[in-house]
Nanobody
Framework: QVRLVESGGGLVQAGTSLRLSCVASGRAIAAYTIGWFRQTPGKEREFVAAISWGGDTRRLADSVKGRFTISRDNNKNTAWLQMNSLKPEDTAVYYC?????????????????WGQGTQVTVSS
């Protein structure tokens, strides 16, 4: 089972940027589709972005298109979520997740392994 650790969260002002990292261990990240999800208190976890094994397929939620990008470097066993032009509504705990399927899914139930999450807080 792959293990995932997120980092890079923090408290920032609206309009600024953050880059979240997701480092895999235990198994090579190259074997997994990687997804990013976020959750706020009292709400369900929502899809943010996903990237296929080789990086050729990338999906973004409509709410972050044009502001966020997802990338990966399998040689570094790491995936990233670059978040630009942050808004207060982006405030959430962000999780990375791994799915052994070659299909890029946007549903959390498709993902088998999850990190512990990293808090992102955007002040207005």
């Amino acid at each position: 089972q792959v293990r995932l650790v997120e980092s890079g969260g923090g408290l920032v002002q609206a309009g600024t940027s953050l880059r979240l990292s997701c480092v895999a261990s235990g198994r090579a990240i190259a074997a997994y589709t990687i997804g990013w999800f976020r959750q706020t208190p009292g709400k369900e976890r929502e899809f943010v972005a996903a990237i296929s094994w080789g990086g050729d397929t990338r999906r973004l939620a409509d709410s972050v298109k044009g502001r966020f990008t997802i990338s990966r470097d399998n040689n570094k066993n790491t995936a990233w979520l670059q978040m630009n032009s942050l808004k207060p509504e982006d405030t959430a705990v962000y999780y990375c997740a791994a799915d052994a399927s070659i299909v890029v899914y946007e549903t959390e139930t498709s993902y088998d392994a999850w990190g512990q999450g990293t808090q992102v807080t955007v002040s207005s």
